[in-house]
């Protein structure tokens, strides 16, 4: 024994023992598969190759194996220098660490996180290097995306500010305006001039509510709107709601028909809101249903929740609209094409679905297809307990 062999193991069961925890220690490493991992001798060439790697980059290993490292970095990298520059640095500092885009053998890239490692022997000789890369293409992809989404909200809050902002300063104007045309509309004006002043008064009104829109769109997305809640009965709420727009309907030769609930279905909610809400789907089916249509309104309970639904025989709507029918500014084809004359910034149905989860439902809608009409379904919770309305 040598007196460096404290356990007092004999000096060939010491080196049997190096040797087979080396042999542990190579196929542990050549069978990890979630990194790359290999040597490379002080040239940059290839001397060993690992699972990982071959999962990672694609190469067998006798496809790499003797060739420099370089095959792994992009056209860019390569014009520079920088697969050498990179080994001067591991030696210098005895270890360097990079990410970028590496390439795999089908031409693919990957993002990659690379730590080279400098070997030397005891006498300060360079044997070449220990060389780790991660595949890290999933993470960047998430925190590009999670940028992504930060940016889309802050763009999203900036626009719902000018849309603010810009609203009040289009109202301002608005109300000497329809004062004036107020006026206008007691003088003795020849029958051109009274044409003139209901031609100004009807557009100064469009442009008044879609301004309201734009406001209460500004008020949802800003969390500023606040309920006035209190008990009320959907069935009379919906009721009044029909009636009001019944002119509207009457006015483009439709048939408006309502079915409902014969029981009384109690809610705790904001009656002027609740009110817009029917108003808007009623108005978006009467805006898209070709004269003569027929619109109906039904209203029944299911377990727990009142479910309103407005049904028409109209443009309908495609499968692509349908998906984001309920966004703001959403209009598709087939509103573009069948519109009748009826502007609209595609707020109504946006508008519903903000003001039913306000009130803790929700909204969907569904069509067979352009041309086949449009169903909208609105789902509102009912109290725990009846009480009067």
């Known amino acids: 024994m040598t007196g460096d062999n404290k356990l007092g193991i004999e000096d060939d069961d010491v080196q049997r023992l190096r040797l087979a925890g080396d042999a542990v220690y190579r196929r542990l490493v050549e069978g990890v598969l979630d990194y790359a991992i290999f040597l490379l001798t002080p040239a940059g060439r290839i001397a060993t190759w690992n699972a990982g790697a071959q999962r990672i980059k694609g190469y067998e290993a006798d496809e790499v194996i003797g060739r420099h490292f370089s095959i792994f970095y992009t056209a860019p990298d390569i014009e520079s220098a920088w697969p050498d520059e990179e080994l001067q640095l591991a030696r210098r500092d005895g270890r360097f660490e990079d990410e970028g885009w590496r390439v795999r053998k089908d031409g693919t890239t990957f993002w990659a996180n690379v730590v080279i490692t400098a070997l030397f022997h005891p006498d300060g000789t360079l044997l070449g290097y220990a060389k780790v890369t991660r595949d890290l293409t999933a993470r960047m992809e998430r925190e590009r995306e999670q940028l992504r989404m930060a940016e889309l909200v802050e763009e999203s809050r ?27 509309g007691r ?200 009480g009067e309305a």
């Open 187 to 386: 003088e003795t004006l020849t029958a051109r001039g009274q044409w003139c002043v209901e031609v100004a008064n009807k557009q100064v009104r469009q442009i008044n509510r879609l301004v309201e829109d734009l406001l209460d769109v500004s008020r949802v997305t800003t969390g500023k709107v606040r309920l006035t809640v209190a008990p009320l009965e959907l069935g009379a709420m919906v009721h009044d709601a029909v009636e009001g727009m019944r002119p509207v309907a009457d006015a483009r030769g439709h048939q408006l028909h309502a079915a409902l609930a014969g029981e009384p279905l109690r809610l705790e909610g904001d009656r002027t809101r609740l009110i817009q809400l029917v108003s808007n789907l009623l108005s978006n089916a009467i805006k898209f249903t070709p004269a003569g249509g027929r619109i109906d309104v039904s209203l029944r309970r299911d377990g727990d929740e009142a479910v309103l639904t407005v049904s028409d025989n109209g443009i309908g709507m495609s499968a692509e609209t349908l998906e984001h029918a309920f966004e703001p500014f959403s209009q598709g084809a087939e509103h573009a094409r069948g519109g009748s004359g009826h502007g609209g910034l595609g707020l109504g149905l946006a508008l519903v679905r903000s003001i039913a989860e306000l009130h803790g439902g929700q909204a969907g809608a569904s069509s067979a297809g352009t041309g086949q009409g449009t169903v909208v379904t609105v789902r509102l919770p009912l109290k725990a307990t009846d």
């Open 158 to 184: 900036r626009m719902t500010e000018f849309i603010a902002m810009l609203s009040h300063e289009i109202r301002n104007p608005l109300a000497p305006i329809m004062n004036v045309l107020a006026l206008l």
